[in-house]
């Protein structure tokens, strides 16, 4: 069964940090290019971090580029999002994807963690 748990979520105050992990199992987590998307409250869910299978390459939205760093721990099955500085415009719910695609058949395979609320409020 395939599985996305994410963890790490809550309420952070302005101006600090927090650590979001994503707990994958039910499929060969080290083939999977992962990322993490947000939803904010009335606004389309946007991509926000990614980083390859192999963990070398990372990308980043405007939005928390300088402020964020993705990485990923192969032997534990596990990607993480590290977010400093955080501010009320961070609030929404952040979700976990895993994707693969199959280089033979070019077939797309995308799972989705069920996300965790993150609200920045003082």
């Known amino acids: 069964q395939v599985q996305l748990v994410e963890s790490g979520g809550g309420l952070v105050q302005p101006g600090g940090s927090l650590t979001l992990s994503c707990a994958a199992s039910?499929?060969?987590?080290?083939?999977?290019?992962m990322s993490w998307y947000r939803q904010a409250p009335g606004k389309e869910r946007i991509l926000i971090a990614s980083i390859t299978s192999d963990g070398i390459n990372t990308n980043y939205d405007d939005s928390v580029k300088g402020r964020s760093t993705i990485s990923r721990d192969n032997a534990k099955n596990t990607v993480y999002l590290q977010l400093n500085n955080v501010k009320p415009e961070d609030t929404a719910v952040y979700y976990c994807n895993a994707r693969w695609i199959i280089i033979e058949t070019l077939e797309e395979i995308v799972y989705w963690g069920q996300g965790t609320q993150v609200t920045v409020s003082s």
């Open positions: 039910g499929f060969t987590f080290s083939k999977f290019h």
